[in-house]
């Protein structure tokens, strides 16, 4: 009987050690899962609601209620401009919808520069920033980088022409006048999202009013070409100007110029000396 009242006590210890295993292990688990819980929740990322499209809209599309949803947006990587109120987005509903400058893909946030204000077509006047001004450029397919010109794009402006060189006539340069001017359009278009290269007729940029009166006057006198800037080029560019000799390499001689010499003054008097006229220099007076 005691032998079995042992047994009986050595199962029972048996059983709860393994039920006290089973339960620390049990609560190791919850202790776990709860700090990665929490781990999981500090490194969560804040999110807002935004308004952004919610399919493809070209350029100079309407936007209208239709178009937006509501997205969540990370906070900390929000960018400037975006609608998070649809009274801000559309201040009088569908009566002033606004207009898309920029193509933009669905679930693309909607930003202020990337729309027209409420009611304001999508045109090259609200392209150009305030105090800047738009000025036409004509091109053709060498002066126009081959039609690989797109709104958006900037280039720099060459001119071409005779330079006055005094006496010795004019001389043909070339110089870069205006580097890194923004295209707000090709053609009639400003569509920044126009695909494949087609020759333009014109180009518009977007200049100071000094600016403007600089390029009339270059276009006026000369030829413009345009060389296109990459996008990722933040380069000052620095004063180019090549001439014909510099191109070729022609050393233009060195004109001397040969200097007078004075010749000496000699001033005499003559005096009659013995029947004989004889000639005595004397200082000369100025």
Same mark, same amino acid.
């Given at each position: 009987?005691?032998?079995?009242?042992?047994?009986?006590?050595?199962?029972?210890?048996?059983?709860? *050690?393994?039920?006290?295993?089973?339960?620390?292990?049990?609560?190791?688990?919850?202790?776990?899962?709860?700090?990665?819980?929490?781990?999981?929740?500090?490194?969560?990322?804040?999110?807002?609601?935004?308004?952004?499209? $919610?399919? #493809?809209?070209?350029?100079?599309?309407?936007? #209208?209620?239709?178009?937006?949803?509501?997205?969540?947006?990370?906070?900390?990587?929000?960018?400037?401009?975006?609608?998070?109120?649809?009274?801000?987005?559309?201040?009088?509903?569908?009566?002033?919808?606004?207009?898309?400058?920029?193509?933009?893909?669905?679930?693309?946030?909607?930003?202020?520069?990337?729309?027209?204000?409420?009611?304001?077509?999508?045109?090259?006047?609200?392209?150009?920033?305030?105090?800047?001004?738009?000025?036409?450029?004509?091109?053709?397919? #060498?002066? *126009?980088?081959?039609?690989?010109?797109?709104?958006?794009?900037?280039?720099?402006?060459?001119?071409?022409?005779?330079?006055?060189?005094?006496?010795?006539?004019? $001389?043909?340069?070339?110089?870069?006048?205006?580097?890194?001017?923004?295209?707000?359009?090709?053609?009639?278009?400003?569509? =920044?999202?126009?695909?494949?290269?087609?020759?333009?007729?014109?180009? #518009?940029?977007?200049?100071?009013?000094?600016?403007?009166?600089?390029?009339?006057?270059?276009?006026? =006198?000369?030829?413009?070409?345009?060389?296109?800037?990459?996008?990722?080029?933040?380069?000052?560019?620095?004063?180019?100007?090549?001439?014909?000799?510099?191109?070729?390499?022609?050393?233009?001689?060195?004109?001397?110029?040969?200097?007078?010499?004075?010749?000496?003054?000699?001033?005499?008097?003559?005096?009659?000396?013995? *029947?004989?006229?004889?000639?005595?220099?004397?200082?000369?007076?100025?």
């Amino acid at each position: 009987m005691r032998a079995v009242f042992g047994l009986v006590l050595i199962v029972g210890l048996g059983l709860a *050690g393994f039920a006290v295993y089973m339960v620390q292990g049990y609560f190791e688990q919850q202790g776990q899962q709860l700090r990665a819980a929490e781990a999981a929740r500090q490194q969560a990322v804040p999110t807002v609601a935004v308004y952004a499209v $919610n399919r #493809t809209i070209e350029f100079g599309e309407a936007l #209208t209620m239709d178009d937006v949803e509501i997205i969540r947006y990370a906070e900390p990587h929000l960018p400037d401009g975006v609608f998070q109120d649809e009274v801000a987005l559309f201040p009088r509903g569908e009566d002033l919808p606004r207009y898309v400058l920029r193509q933009m893909e669905p679930n693309e946030p909607v930003l202020a520069t990337k729309v027209t204000e409420p009611g304001v077509a999508a045109t090259i006047t609200s392209l150009i920033q305030p105090g800047l001004r738009a000025f036409t450029i004509e091109v053709d397919a #060498t002066t *126009g980088v081959s039609g690989f010109l797109r709104p958006g794009d900037r280039v720099d402006v060459y001119w071409t022409g005779q330079v006055a060189q005094g006496l010795a006539g004019s $001389n043909d340069v070339t110089q870069l006048i205006e580097p890194g001017l923004r295209l707000v359009a090709v053609d009639q278009s400003a569509d =920044t999202a126009r695909a494949g290269a087609s020759i333009a007729r014109t180009v #518009t940029v977007e200049v100071t009013p000094l600016q403007v009166g600089k390029l009339t006057q270059a276009q006026a =006198t000369g030829d413009l070409s345009l060389s296109l800037v990459g996008h990722a080029d933040d380069l000052t560019t620095e004063a180019i100007e090549m001439t014909q000799s510099t191109l070729l390499g022609i050393v233009a001689p060195e004109i001397v110029v040969e200097e007078e010499v004075e010749e000496e003054q000699i001033c005499t008097i003559r005096r009659l000396a013995g *029947g004989q006229v004889i000639e005595d220099i004397i200082p000369c007076s100025n």
